[in-house]
Nanobody, 123 residues
């Protein structure tokens, strides 16, 4: 089992860079593929990015491709999302999630979820 805790959310100006993190408990973090999702009130949770257990393969939503970078440190049980050139439409609660395997990483079919961290981008 994995417990996930996001951190680093805050208020940032449009065009700026920001990084959020996700700390995972347990010794098996390196066995899980990880994903970042985001959600705004009244809308469904949407895929942002994902990374396989090894970190060798990453995936991005078209809306963030070229601006966001996902990475992980398996030795420290940490997942990161580096967000550059932030836009007001990036404002959302960001969630990290973990799943076994590498199928369906862009769907919400993950095994474990964090509680989310709010990122607000002001114009």
């Amino acid at each position: 089992q994995v417990q996930l805790v996001e951190s680093g959310g805050g208020l940032v100006q449009a065009g700026a860079s920001w990084r959020i993190s996700c700390a995972a408990s347990g010794r098996t973090f390196s066995r899980y593929s990880m994903g970042w999702f985001r959600q705004v009130p009244g809308k469904e949770r949407e895929f942002v990015s994902a990374i396989t257990w090894s970190g060798r393969t990453t995936f991005y939503a078209d809306s963030v491709k070229g601006r966001f970078t996902i990475s992980r440190d398996n030795a420290k049980n940490l997942l990161y999302l580096q967000m550059n050139s932030l836009r007001p439409e990036d404002t959302a609660v960001y969630y990290c999630a973990a799943k076994v395997g590498t199928d369906g990483l862009a769907t919400v079919d993950y095994d474990y979820w964090g509680q989310g961290t709010q990122v607000t981008v002001s114009s």
